[in-house]
């Protein structure tokens, strides 16, 4: 008899940015602690996104995963001072 294995598949959003200092680009993933990266490029931090965020989760347990919020959107905020 064979084991049945169920994968939930995951759509987290990730923040983007580029360190002014150093040029790399910085990913953060906010709704998970501690999932953050950088890379020289765009693909190679996707690829660390990625791997990070898989390691993270599965150092959750099932109640954490379930308390993960949804995400709605970001909105770019521009202000004069």
């Known amino acids: 008899m064979t084991k049945e294995v169920f994968i939930k598949m995951y759509k987290i959003m990730a ?5 002014p200092e150093t040029g790399l680009y910085v990913g953060t993933v906010p ?3 501690g999932a953050h990266t950088q ?3 765009l693909d190679e931090l ?4 990625k791997e ?3 390691l993270c989760l599965e150092e959750m347990t ?5 308390r993960l919020p949804e995400f709605i959107g970001i909105q ?3 202000v004069s001072v």
Request: proline share 0%.
């Open 62 to 66: 099932s109640e954490d995963k379930k």
């Open 15 to 19: 923040y983007i940015e580029r360190d």
């Open 52 to 54: 990070v965020v898989e």
């Open 46 to 49: 996707q690829k660390n996104l």
């Open 76 to 78: 770019q905020i521009e």
């Open 39 to 41: 890379a020289e490029t």
């Open 31 to 33: 709704e998970i602690s």
